[in-house]
T-cell receptor
Framework: AQTVTQSQPEMSVQEAETVTLSCTYD???????LFWYKQPPSRQMILVIR??????QNATENRFSVNFQKAAKSFSLKISDSQLGDTAMYFC?????????FGTGTSLTVIP | EAGVVQSPRYKIIEKKQPVAFWCNPI?????LYWYRQNLGQGPELLIR????????DSQLPKDRFSAERLKGVDSTLKIQPAELGDSAVYLC????????????FGPGTRLTVL
């Protein structure tokens, strides 16, 4: 089984600043996917960004980017120009063959 | 395209009562997941279906929980009898290998057991 660890239960950032959320995982597989999901308060979980393990290039989606370090099994999320709407729980997840493993989440608060 | 549909959105019941949750996945998604999410925690898998077959139900408390996906499309998760500790959000998700195995989540059902 894979494990996903998010060591930051809570974080805060000033509006317009940059914040990085950490995630490490443990797997013996060579082919897997990594995801960051966002869950706003009382709202639906949605995908933020994804990364294929065999791709060396870090994924980027507008203000969101990842730092994927395969050898270190690290997959951090960087949010640039933070906005109030970024306030949410963020979950790191890994996927191998339709089996998903989630971290315990990081609660991010963007401060006006 | 419609997303994952779940009903009801909220349910309040007395302990020892039965309760059922329904999920309709995105059309064409063969894999369906049921998760339980406690407050401030990540989703915990209860059961995963590939079409109509339950391929991973190791975390499903089978003494009181049951699930079905008879035609490989929509699914029902049942708890009977409910206990106080079952209060949580029950999430349904579906995925297709076409989209990197990405999971698409429903809005969840918030269950409160009194």
């Amino acid at each position: 089984a894979q494990t996903v660890t998010q060591s930051q239960p809570e974080m805060s950032v000033q509006e317009a600043e940059t914040v990085t959320l950490s995630c490490t995982y443990d797997t013996s597989e060579n082919n897997y996917y990594l995801f960051w999901y966002k869950q706003p308060p009382s709202r639906q979980m949605i995908l933020v960004i994804r990364q294929e393990a065999y791709k060396q290039q870090n994924a980027t989606e507008n203000r969101f980017s990842v730092n994927f370090q395969k050898a270190a099994k690290s997959f951090s999320l960087k949010i640039s120009d933070s906005q109030l709407g970024d306030t949410a729980m963020y979950f790191c997840a890994s996927n191998t063959g339709n089996q998903f493993y989630f971290g315990t989440g990081t609660s991010l608060t963007v401060i006006p | 395209e419609a997303g994952v549909v779940q009903s009801p959105r909220y349910k309040i019941i007395e302990k020892k009562q039965p309760v059922a949750f329904w999920c309709n996945p995105i059309s064409g998604h063969n894999t369906l997941y049921w998760y339980r999410q406690n407050l401030g925690q990540g989703p915990e898998l209860l059961i995963r279906y590939e079409n109509e077959e339950a391929v991973d139900d190791s975390q499903l408390p089978k003494d009181r929980f049951s699930a079905e996906r008879l035609k490989g499309v929509d699914s029902t998760l049942k708890i009977q009898p409910a206990e106080l500790g079952d209060s949580a959000v029950y999430l349904c998700a579906s995925s297709s290998r076409e989209y990197w195995g990405e999971q698409f989540f429903g809005p969840g059902t918030r269950l409160t057991v009194l």
